[in-house]
């Protein structure tokens, strides 16, 4: 049986004890934060009291001016440092998550620990990441090379893009032969809030604060300190629904001018207002589903599911075996399990309180015809193999644990074919010309997303209806 997914490092950490107070008056349940019981002294390192983010961006492209291409993408980067870490704090003031650490965000030319060899950096950096942004702002084989290595290792991806507005696509593929601007802005539309987190920086550049911005977001102090940085502003920094006059994020948090009584004025909440709405907002759905990611190794809408070839493949025999709780089993043939019931019998002798629930079509259904055509059997030996089945498993399971195993006969048209064992769904494929034992079977979480409204209430409805065998 395949071993469970252990978590992924980072998150489930202990968070720092201001943070314990901080929240405790909130709501103390909720915020209960996790110990580090269970973690080997081994794995802690100087990155247990933040997360690291690695952004794949290009380097360089087909722009007209390479120079001003570098100096947008360096002031990209910077602020995004800011409001990476902005977007998921404001999720902790939110309580769409529950834990927070800042975040440290890193590119591969900047950063300790850097290589000579900058492929070998970028992989480094990957394999040490909690997370990935990767900038598609422009097509580039290196962004996305890096992006394959990343999912390849399981990293969850923040991918982003700026508005064509910022007025870099359009000199980028000028006179190429390419796709237009206005051709590619469609595509990017299209893909905002679905695939891509759209940002801009062009009308924060256009502010009148921002060379005074722009000095303060490339100090040293923060880039390259960032997660001391994140952590000594937190308490400064507000909800976003809190009341005006007030510094909401840690970009405005970055200006040295909070000790002057009119500080943050008229002009610098524009400046954040923008900063929000721009950078800020477009990264917020973001952090939730990473947060899930850190936690549990999945997430809340996407998780991972393991694939076997054949029901041989997927070991079914162990799997009924170390059953422990419960086997739910909807099928329509139970001649295919046959093979399964000295495992099924073992679950049974080992644990006086399992439960074992057989669904079956009725061998003298109208279905039988529909179903013994799609695979190429003939009905008359298919229905016989369906009724001598059914009788050995009467026999060998249900009249030999009366109290612990129930089968019942449907007789609807069959549409899936799944087995629950305890914590799993076995999902099998259904199909023309071959049986589903020969085809693949999926195994699925039960507690995920979907599963009960795709598998458990079907379970639920036949089960209901059908009729209890003699």
Known sequence: MPTKRRKADGIDDTVRDSDDKRHETRNEKETARPSDTG???????????????????????????????????????????????????????????????????????????????????????????????????YENLNVALECGYALAHDKFLIPIQRRVGDGQLAAEEKGTGERTAAERQLRIIDLSGKLMHTVRIDRLKADPNWSELERHIQADSVILQQPEFFLREKDRIKPFASDAGVVHTYLLAAIPLRGRADFPDAGWLRTEEIYREDLV??????????YEKLETGVTELEYPCVAYATREAANLSAVFGNAKRSIKILTTNLEGLIGYVEDIADALREHKDLRVEILTLNPDSEFVNARGRLIGKEISRFRHEMHESLDKLKDKLRNAWPKNVGIKTYSEFPTQITFFVDDHVFSAAVSVNHQSRNNVVFRIPASRKGVAESFGQHWDTIWARASEIG
Request: charged share 30%; hydrophobic share 40%.
């Open 281 to 290: 907002r477009p990264l917020y759905g973001a952090f939730r589903p990473l």
């Open 39 to 137: 973690r080997g002294a081994s794995s802690r390192n100087a990155s247990d009291d933040y997360l690291r983010g690695f952004v794949m961006m290009p380097f360089g492209h087909r722009s007209d001016d390479k120079k001003a291409s570098r100096e947008t993408q360096d002031r990209l980067f910077q602020l995004l440092v800011f409001a990476i870490n902005d977007a998921f704090f404001q999720n902790y003031e939110n309580r769409a998550v529950r834990k927070w650490k800042p975040i440290k965000l890193e590119r591969a030319d900047i950063g300790a620990g850097r290589s000579a060899d900058l492929l070998d950096n970028v992989l480094r950096k990957v394999d040490i990441s909690n997370f990935c942004v990767v900038d598609y702002t």
